[in-house]
């Protein structure tokens, strides 16, 4: 007995000592690198709290299943990752918590990699309960990704990545070489939140593989992730790759949809997309290939349009050649619920046959969806929809069978066999209801293998009283979908308490150049009666209102082409109620030439701007999601609002909103209004241009092209109720027929016409 007491002790030592050595806490760059080239399987590397500059991490080593190589944080959250910094991982068996990357970029294609080298991949590894928050490169153009996955088996677990304002997807898995198909990578428990509007395309939150590995299977689940405004492009998930599952997530507020780009054999089941109601960019789920189930899914005040709609099944191009689009064929819509969402079913998406003219013959989308089956489905509208079922080519390959409708007694255009029932709907969640019953006497329809549809929305079994619709008939169901804290990194929240705007008061530039300064964003400065003259620009990095109740005159003389308010990363500005006055060579408001990492956003209000170069100067790469003016005159100023450097016809653009409302152009010699986006991209279905009750007088006499407006590529675009007059120009605007442009009610005097083409040639950017 004492012996084996012996024994037991001397194990408990050597288990010990054993655990003491695997334990290696590291403090500096150095120090890190080192522990890492001697890492062996069953080391836990600790990282000492702090901050770490211009680190690249290289995590390379054999672990095994019982015994992984782990590199944490000392506390989850303390370790800054900032700078120039980067974290690659090949091996098997590696897994990375707690880190915080914030206030830098990453200087390689990626934060984070799961590998080190094109042949030198990770398997069986994670990354969990990290941060990556604002880590954007300086240029917009710079295309990143924020998490690459390649290898397989890999994961990102309960991790919060938000705000990448650069091109490129923030997450996105590789399948380049026989390494990485087949990969069973798991992405889950993460909150994916705000993505701010990038301006056209490659602003994707997750991307599974690409065009050209588009046959390849991947095997990636999806599931139970948090989308909280993820309003990068029109593509929030793009499956590229086959037999991915997308289950159990929750799409909130989110401005676009889940796509099945490229690749087949998808599953998205149990979801829920949640809108306002009002917001009709919030989108659902939109099929383009073969073979796809989307089963229990649950659409909540769902407004979004054709690309954006709640389910939208897209025409292909025959033949079609991997970068474009396939016909959809085989796709199984069944067992979905629809509350209060625009047309749900919308088919022969994208349709392009009336712009054959200029279109070369294999861009053009004839081919219509066949052997599809759109059954078992549930539609609840508490205001009726004329158009639940909107064909923009004809649904002649689609079967519709025991789907049912409560539209609140509007007659239906074209039903294609719905059953009218009146239906209720029952509490289950928070601000979320949905119907539950009323449709028991509806036969499901039995496709094809539908016997693998085997739970509901909820998990619940449909052996046993199956019924149609996302949720079987139950009681006392409450979800709680937006309890934050059931997703993302469990010490890190973005919920910020709202702060009490402080009002700065000042009587002389001095003083406003100091307040300025000093002001924390959402402050207001409030500036009395006087004129007041600046040499040096007013440098706008944060939110801030500059707003006046007096006669208030900022008199501009700095230097030649620079500007009076300089508008940099985060710096949104507001201003009400100012006269801005330069001495011609100046600009009123721009960005920075370069630099611009974050987004800018301006609203000028009751303000007047007179004798600048340029009213308003942004400069390439520079985005700001809004830019409104509201009551305001512009005059004698060279050029009005420029917003055309984005020339690199990849469909981009500088704003996505730009509102003119109520203003006054006068002596506005050129570049009136210039907002371009170029290059032939039908998934970019913006910028957005709104000129009203505004008059121009006596502009554009400098004008090269005799063009008063220039709107070229933006795809939606308004122009009423102004008045045009004595414009020395040819026309007033060439306006896309085949998009969103309009016109009404305008009067034009000696100012030429506002023309409709219906076809404007574009650069393909592909």
């Not at 909150?191 to 056209?200: I, M, N, V």
């Not at 073969?290 to 025409?315: C, D, E, Q």
């Not at 001495?583 to 974050?598: E, G, I, R």
């Not at 006499?701 to 070229?712: D, G, M, P």
Request: aromatic share 8%.
């Amino acid at each position: 007995m004492k012996q084996f007491l012996k024994i037991f002790i001397l194990f408990l030592v050597i288990t010990s000592c054993d655990e003491k050595k695997s334990s290696i806490i590291v403090s500096s760059t150095s120090e890190l690198t080192d522990a890492l080239s001697k890492a062996v399987k069953g080391d836990k590397i600790v990282i000492k709290n702090g901050t770490y500059k211009d680190v690249n991490i290289k995590f390379v080593g054999e672990g095994t299943e019982d015994t992984p190589i782990t590199l944490s944080a000392e506390t989850a959250g303390e370790v800054f990752i900032e700078g120039k910094s980067s974290l690659e991982l090949s091996g098997n068996y590696l897994k990375v918590s707690g880190l915080f990357f914030r206030n830098g970029h990453s200087p390689k294609k990626n934060v984070i990699a799961f590998r080190t080298s094109p042949k030198d991949v990770a398997n069986h590894s994670s990354i969990t309960n990290c941060v990556i928050l604002d880590f954007n490169n300086l240029e917009r153009d710079k295309d990143n990704l924020w998490v690459q996955f390649y290898g397989k088996h890999n994961e990102l677990s309960n991790c919060y990545l938000a705000g990448k304002t650069n091109g490129g997807p923030t997450v996105r898995v590789d399948l380049k070489g026989n390494q990485s198909i087949r990969n069973y990578h798991k992405i889950v428990n993460n909150h994916f939140g705000p993505r701010p509007r990038k301006g056209g395309a490659r602003g994707e939150t997750i991307q599974l593989g690409s065009s050209f590995t588009s046959m390849s299977p991947s095997n990636t689940t999806i599931a139970n992730n948090l989308f909280e405004e993820c309003n990068g492009e029109v593509e929030i998930i793009s499956s590229k790759t086959n037999f991915n599952i997308i289950k159990n997530n929750v799409f909130y507020k989110s401005e676009g949809s889940v796509v099945t780009r490229h690749g087949n054999y998808v599953s998205v089941d149990g979801n829920y997309f949640i809108g306002d109601g009002e917001n009709e960019n919030y989108g659902g789920i939109r099929i383009i290939n073969t073979g796809h189930w989307v089963t229990n899914n649950l659409f909540y005040k769902i407004k979004g349009k054709n690309f954006r709609s709640p389910i939208a099944i897209m025409n292909g191009i025959p033949k079609s050649p991997l970068n474009r689009y396939n016909q959809v064929t085989d796709v199984v819509v069944a067992y979905n619920t629809f509350v209060d969402s625009d047309s749900p079913f919308q088919f022969g998406v994208g349709t392009n046959i009336t712009q054959a003219a200029v279109l070369p013959k294999s861009e053009i989308r004839s081919a219509r969806p066949l052997r599809t089956e759109v059954v078992n489905n549930v539609i609840y509208n508490s205001e009726g929809d004329v158009n639940p079922i909107i064909e923009h080519d004809k649904a002649d390959g689609v079967t519709f069978k025991s789907n049912v409708i409560d539209n609140n007694g509007v007659a239906i255009e074209n039903d294609k066999g719905l059953l009218v029932k009146d239906l209720s709907v029952t509490d289950i969640g928070s601000n979320l209801a949905a119907p539950v019953n009323g449709f028991s006497d509806v036969e499901p329809y039995n496709g094809f293998d539908f016997d693998v549809i085997t739970e509901d929305l909820l998990g619940k079994s449909r052996k046993n009283n199956n019924q149609i619709g996302a949720i079987l008939n139950a009681e006392n169901i409450n979800l709680n979908l937006l309890d934050k804290t059931k997703y993302g990194a469990d010490w890190f929240s973005n919920e910020i308490e709202a702060k009490k705007a402080t009002i700065h008061t000042v009587a002389n530039a001095s003083e406003l150049v100091e307040k300025l300064n000093a002001a924390e964003s959402g402050d207001i400065i409030d500036v009395k009666a006087g004129n007041y003259q600046l040499t040096n620009s007013l440098v706008v990095d944060k939110t801030i209102t500059i707003q006046s109740s007096e006669e208030v005159t900022l008199n501009y003389n700095g230097a030649a082409n620079s500007a009076a308010f300089l508008l940099q990363p985060y710096g949104k500005l507001l201003v009400k109620n100012i006269k801005l006055k330069g001495v011609n060579s100046q600009h009123a408001f721009a960005t920075l030439k370069q630099n611009m990492s974050n987004h800018f956003g301006l609203e000028v209000v009751d303000s007047e701007i007179s004798n600048f170069n340029y009213a308003l100067k942004v400069y390439k790469q520079a985005f700001s999601e809004e830019i409104t003016f509201t009551n305001i005159t512009i005059l004698n100023c060279e050029n009005g609002l420029e917003l055309s450097e984005e020339t690199n016809d990849r469909g981009d653009y500088n704003t996505e909103y730009l509102t003119i409302d109520g203003c006054s152009f006068n002596n506005v010699r050129q570049n009136v209004i210039d907002y371009y986006r170029g290059g032939y991209d039908e998934s970019t279905i913006g910028g957005n241009l709104l000129v009203q009750n505004s008059t121009f007088t006596n502009c554009g006499a400098s004008e090269k092209n005799r063009i008063l407006l220039n709107t070229r590529g933006i795809i939606n675009v308004s122009i009423k109720d102004n008045v045009f007059k004595n414009n020395k120009v040819k026309l007033i605007a060439l306006l896309w027929g085949a998009k969103n442009n309009s016109h009404s009610n305008n009067t034009i005097s000696n100012s030429g016409s506002i023309k409709t083409e219906k076809n404007l040639k574009q650069t393909l950017m592909y």
